[in-house]
């Protein structure tokens, strides 16, 4: 099991900068601490930061190849050819797909077609079989989005076939780029494009914002798809900063108050209908909704056409008939259904094989390989693993003759690098610093396993094997008052980069019956209320921290840090700690 948390306290703001942007502002000093935290030490800085604009997004046309990209979609809308919109089964991908297949729509182009790669029989990426389906349909252009960056042989070999190819990609280049009539990605060396961070999605958003300032068409003709953008920032976990932030801000302004008809199906089936959509749930119920077709499907015809897999995903989101979208998402409800089933066990599994390989524990790294498992679960299995052992997980599964695997890492470990040395062993493979996926021959996973835990024992820092929880300030219970909980609300939406804010309060005990809830007691509920100021009361909720609970029940004293959400009951609104963790004080760290 991992050790106890570390608190770590972050730096804080320059006393002068706070106290000037406090009272410039009209702020609480702990609230104009954490601006200066974020780098926000102007009047104008803060401004902008709590009132993101559209007109503030940055000309697509700075993007390399972005003319290009537009141009050939021009000639291909005015001849009439048949495009095909193409992308990953992944949230990123599919709501990419969704996104650019919509607004194509919208034109009135007729010839028009989605294809969505089946995880089990394809993978990730451009696959030579959507190629030839593409042939065979007489598509002219492929655009891809949430992949192509590293397509370079799919690319000459759809080239041979007379297809040409736009590439809408977020993830790092290869050595080469493929030779696509034009190839966006703003993390090109040779991109001068000012923010590096978009989504697939949001590549996809930048070439139809292009489109429209090309051809003069209004921005409501993309602004009415932010609900899609969002929720591919949201569960693509990029930096909810700069250009996405004001996409997320203005993505979930939509989301909540004119969804599409397949997100407005997903949202009811989440229970989400009745109060404000956040970032949060995206992550934790929406996306997780759209990500299980993707995962469990196959298309049983080979063809792709079928609304199974990621493309029953797609044609939720894309639908305009309200009595289609509900079935598209009762579908996809019994998919995620059905997932979070299969997961616990391929979890205990592993758990088990780990606990009966002791050497493995001595590891700084976990690589698991189990044939039997199914490969939509292998990144969930490797999450929970790290929840538990907290070191950087490989958990492989085996799939069509080859070896496939989902990564993660824990903060500050760079998997992507730490899988990419081990790419001579590999058939393909990609990602990110905390996320990467990989496919290899069966021969070469003793080798991999200890290629990739050698890299980890080299390069780890052992501190980073440590849990850590990062505050940002001390907080007394006392300064939560409506006005801070309303200048807190104005800093989100909360994410990579933006995080919502963990405060610590010290010396402060449980007033009334703390209780165990869930289906498992497994969480903790309690009143808090501080020594210092006996009037404040303030009910928090600890999940999956049952740990203490004889010790907080008793009323001794403890120390929290925590974030502060808004909790909505019965047509109420107050304020809740959501615990990080809890510790039993150190009588002599009391203050007066």
Known sequence: M???KRWVLKEQGEPAKVARLATALEIPPVLANLLVQRGIETEEEAWQFFNPKLENLHDPFLMKDMRKAVERVDLALSRGESIMVYGDYDVDGTTAVALVYSFL??????ALMFYIPDRYTEGYGVSYKAIDHAQRKGVGVIITLDCGIK??????????????????DHHLPGEKIPEAVAVLDPKRTDCPYPFKELSGCGVGFKMLQGYCLYKGLPFSEVECLLDLVVVSIASDIVPLVGENRILAYYGLKRLNEKPGKGLQSIIKICGLEKHAITIDDIVFKIGPRINAAGRMEVDADGENAAPSG???AVYLMVARDEEVAPQYGAFIYPTNHDRKKIHPSGTHEAHHFIQHHPQMKELKSTVIYNPQWMKGIVGIVASRLIETYYRPTVVLTMSNGFVTGSARSVPGFDLYQAVESCADLLENFGGHMYAAGMTMKPENVEMFTKRFNDYVEEHIDP????????????????DITPHFRATLARFQPFGPGNTAPVFVTRNVSNRGDARLVGAEREHLKMDLIQ????????????FQQPKLYEYVRTGRSIDVCYSVVENHYRGAVFAQLRIKDIKKSNPTAAKD
């Open 2 to 4: 991992s050790a106890e």
């Open 105 to 110: 729509r919208r034109l009135g182009h007729k």
């Open 151 to 168: 397509a370079t042989e799919k690319v000459a070999y759809a080239k041979e076939r007379g297809i040409d190819m736009i590439i809408c």
């Open 310 to 312: 990621g493309h029953s």
């Open 463 to 478: 501190e980073m094997l440590i849990p850590q929880v990062d505050i940002d300030s001390e907080l007394l219970f006392s």
């Open 531 to 542: 020594g210092q100021k006996p009037n404040t009361v303030i009910p928090a909720i600890a």
